[in-house]
């Protein structure tokens, strides 16, 4: 089955709610293509749908989807595929999700060096939302309180990757514009 066949097939398992049917098509289709990045992906994006959508806690309490192993599929896309935007901001907000924020902002500085590398990659809209989503959840790791340390250490990346994201080049060229007078 191709590259696309197998896509589409997931993907309408996905529209219809089959998280797990679309994660067993993408295993078939990744123990037949073990080097192409797609496999992995959409095995990560599937298990994070189901997640989202039916929380991961059996009724014993434990993880129904293994979080380390969509982190680990999302970081296999991202090193199969090093220069590729969407793997690597997938794994960014994956990580986000999975509170491993230390690693999150790691893998968006990955992923501002893949928006210098090329002009034809634009990483801002991925930077922006990732901001988002990383000041989201520190501040629900410190009950909203900023002065804590790691929002201390934080914050400022994700205003950072925020301002990356809304096409200004650098933080610097970001305060020129908040400095000017007319």
Do not use: C
């Not at 997938?90 to 928006?115: C, S, T, W």
């Not at 991925?126 to 501040?139: K, Q, S, W």
């Amino acid at each position: 089955m191709s590259q696309e066949d197998v896509i589409i097939e997931a993907a309408q398992l996905i529209t219809v709610g089959d998280y797990m049917g679309a994660m067993n098509v993408f295993d078939q289709y990744i123990a037949a293509n073990r080097d192409d990045p797609a496999g992995y992906h959409g095995w990560a994006e599937a298990a994070l749908f189901d997640i989202q959508e039916n929380g991961n806690l059996d009724e014993k309490g434990n993880d129904r989807i293994n979080e380390g192993q969509i982190a680990a599929y999302f970081r296999k896309a991202a090193g199969l595929a090093p220069d590729n935007a969407d793997y690597n901001a997938a794994y960014a907000n994956a990580l986000v999700e999975f509170d491993r924020i230390p690693m999150a902002v790691r893998q968006l500085h990955k992923l501002v060096e893949i928006g210098k590398a090329s002009d034809e990659v634009d990483v801002s809209f991925h930077l922006y939302e990732a901001a988002r989503g990383l000041i989201d959840a520190i501040d629900l790791k410190t009950n909203f309180d900023r002065s804590a340390p790691i929002a201390r250490e934080y914050i400022k990346e994700a205003v950072t990757f925020a301002l990356l994201g809304l096409g200004f080049s650098s933080v610097e060229e970001a305060v020129e514009y908040l400095a000017f007078e007319e």
